[in-house]
């Protein structure tokens, strides 16, 4: 490449920097885009769906119910109840929709406090686009007011405990992944939506990476402890043995090639089923394509 060519495209990006903030400085911004049905419909099915925002923050964890304050978990600092994200005073009626994204991106509340949770762990890759469904279907809620608790983290714990694990947040743009790569797609359900490996991925330890997929660790909800099984394509110890059909009926019926019913009290299976079909056809697909681990 000629020497000249990287100064003229730098000169360029200040161009188009430059325009873009005196755009941005001017008094009226344009309205914002009407919501489109099409948009409230993935916020429904992105919440409901491989989402599962209930599974926490609903009190019985179910779909459906209202995201008034729910369960009780426990992450590396303890006890954390799933606060109340309607849009009332206990819940997060205050929170503008870029709030909301600063949180989905860099797990930042707007008074500034840092929230250091793995129970959102892979939601900071989340498209640009499902991230507006998901915000523009959650402002479409009824407001309920709740006694659900906000978990406080301090100072000491946050810096110490968190301190090595924590994560810069995702600044810029995140584009949407099409469906024609269906495995990719899918991944992207998996590790930023759905995020199955905060419970079906081994722990990672001093010494050890996690093993992505590859289970035993213990989930504890509500004060009930469950180990989480390998989910790899291992034949002896994940589902190598299970079709992508198999797969993708385990999504719409919580069952599995055996007939055994897995417990939606910690898988969130009844959540799953409600993702639209295609979206469960990537996933399923994707998850057929884990490399196995023992
Ligand atoms: C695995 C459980 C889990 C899932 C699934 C989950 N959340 Fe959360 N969420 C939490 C917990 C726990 C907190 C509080 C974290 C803390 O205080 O450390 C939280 C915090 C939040 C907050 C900040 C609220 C506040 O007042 O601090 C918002 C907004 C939020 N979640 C939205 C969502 C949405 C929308 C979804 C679905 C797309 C979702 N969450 C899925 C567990 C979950
Ligand atoms: C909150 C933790 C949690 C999340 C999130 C979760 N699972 Fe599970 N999953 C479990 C537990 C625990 C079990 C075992 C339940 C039982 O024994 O009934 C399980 C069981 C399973 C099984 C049955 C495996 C077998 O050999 O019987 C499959 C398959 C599975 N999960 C896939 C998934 C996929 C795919 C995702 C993400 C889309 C996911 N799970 C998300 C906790 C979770």
Redesign the pocket.
């Given at each position: 490449m000629a020497w000249w060519r990287p100064l003229i495209i730098s000169a360029l990006a200040l161009i188009s920097v430059s325009a873009l903030s005196a755009c941005s400085s001017e008094e009226s911004l344009p309205p914002p885009l009407p919501i489109s049905e099409d948009t409230l419909v993935r916020g429904r099915e992105l919440t409901e769906g491989?989402g599962?925002c209930g599974?926490c923050h609903a009190g019985q964890g179910r779909p459906g119910e209202a995201l008034s304050g729910g369960r009780l978990f426990v992450d590396l600092y303890g006890e954390v109840p799933g606060p109340n994200i309607t849009l009332s005073e206990s819940g997060i009626g205050s929170w503008t929709e870029d709030d909301v994204r600063k949180f989905f991106r860099g797990n930042v509340r707007p008074d500034g406090d840092l929230v250091y949770s793995p129970l959102h762990k892979g939601f900071e890759w989340i498209s640009d686009r499902d991230l507006t469904a998901l915000i523009a279907y959650l402002r479409t809620q009824p407001a309920h007011e709740s006694t659900a608790e906000r978990r406080e983290v301090s100072f000491f714990e946050r810096n110490t405990t968190g301190f090595f694990r924590s994560k810069p947040a995702v600044m810029g743009y995140v584009p949407q992944i099409t469906t024609s790569f269906k495995t990719e797609y899918g991944q992207y359900l998996?590790d930023s939506i759905?995020?199955?490996s905060?419970?079906?991925s081994s722990s990672d330890t001093l010494f050890s990476e996690e093993g992505y997929m590859a289970g035993g660790r213990e989930?504890e909800?509500n004060g009930v402890m469950?180990?989480?099984?390998n989910?790899t394509s291992s034949k002896t110890s994940g589902?190598g043995e299970w079709s992508e059909a198999q797969?993708k009926d385990?999504?719409h019926t919580g069952r599995?090639p055996n007939g055994?019913s897995?417990?939606p009290a910690?898988?969130?299976?009844e959540f799953?089923r409600r993702a639209s079909a295609e979206d469960i056809e990537a996933?399923a697909r994707y998850?057929r394509s884990i490399p196995a681990t023992e």
């Open positions: 491989f599962a599974f998996i759905a995020r199955c905060r419970c079906h989930i909800i469950k180990a989480a099984p989910i589902i797969i385990f999504f599995t055994k897995v417990d910690f898988c969130p299976i799953y996933a998850i």
